[in-house]
């Protein structure tokens, strides 16, 4: 058996710098990957076959539009043999449509464990190429380290980047990336622009740094706010931002233990909301 931890994806600064002409968004932006995240296990067995358990299991059925069995039968078709198979139990720890690459990660997951289960060795490229025609998230998710991503999320440049102390929170809603996107006001936002390890260290930097989805994630969706608001009245929040299309927003705190007690009060505040203390990769 073959287990992978498919860990939430956080957009730190995420610039939107333009649209291409098939409508897609270019981006400029830096995203870590966080302790916490879904469990996959993966067992060899003679057809595909998908379960589905976890606290949010019940929103994401184990059909075939379900991401995971969308990867493995891609990769099956393109480097395997049809007689492979696997027997994969996906555990559903974050919430599902919420900003932090639940699907994406969930994808790259399946490419890792499959490749290995099934003795696959695509060149990375080949791979990455492959993760990308299943979302634009794909190919950072398959990798699973800081990094500066440009382009659509296909240019890939790691980054060294300490762990750091976060809180996530989601108001328990889920937004629709596409109609984020189609509700910005301007596409063409500056870049993140030069970074060469930042002098004062990364969270100085960070700070200076926007969402541009966020004002259109709020009012698409105004828990958003409430829910930054929240995570700045936290003692030892440096600063609060929104990861991805939303509804999920971070704070980065200046200890673990600061992160902790403000996850607990956050969880007794709000028991409706998804909030974890979680320290980043590195
Ligand atoms: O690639 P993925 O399936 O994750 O994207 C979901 C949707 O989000 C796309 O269909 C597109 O509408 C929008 N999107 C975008 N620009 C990006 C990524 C996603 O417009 N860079």
Redesign the pocket.
Known sequence: MLQQCARAKINLALHVTG?RAD?????DTIVTFAETGDRLTFQTGNTLHLTVTGPYSRFLPADTDNIVLKAAQALRSRYGAPEQGASINLEKNLPVASGIGG??ANAAATLRALCTLWRLKPAADDLAELALS?????PMCLLQKPARVTG??EIIEPLSIAPLHLVLANPGLSIS??DV??QLAEKENSAIGEMESPVDGWIPFLIGQRNDLQTAATALCPPVQTCLEALQNCSGSRFERMSG?GATCFAVFDSRTTAIEAANRLNSTHPDWWVVATDTVS
């Open positions: 649209q409508g897609y968004h270019v981006l699907g994406s299943l979302g634009a998230d794909v659509i999320g990336t596409p996107f189609n299309s």
